[in-house]
């Protein structure tokens, strides 16, 4: 497993200072880090799909299969390795 820094780059004040300093977690990859924390922390906003791909409450598509990012405000959540 590598250890994964999650960060935002989006409007929402909310997101910017839960990740102030960003959000560690170990993942296989980028794409299974950025979706555990979304899972984690956007529970109400975490929709699966059956083809991989992640909708939000209004049935937008905010990930697909293949991203190692997940769109958000004006945003994305991005998940990058820690070295």
């Known amino acids: 497993m590598t250890t ?5 780059n ?9 990740l102030q300093y960003g959000y560690y977690l170990n993942a296989e990859d980028a794409n299974e ?6 899972r984690i922390f956007m529970d109400d906003n975490y ?6 791909s992640i909708q939000d409450e209004e049935g937008r598509e905010v ?3 293949m991203d190692d990012c997940i769109s958000y405000d004006g ?4 998940a990058t390795e820690e070295k």
């Open 4 to 8: 994964y820094r999650i960060t935002y």
């Open 10 to 18: 989006g409007n929402s004040t909310q997101a910017k200072l839960r």
């Open 33 to 38: 880090a950025v979706v555990k924390f979304y």
């Open 47 to 52: 929709f699966p799909q059956e083809d991989g």
């Open 63 to 65: 990930m697909s299969p």
């Open 75 to 78: 945003g994305y959540f991005i």
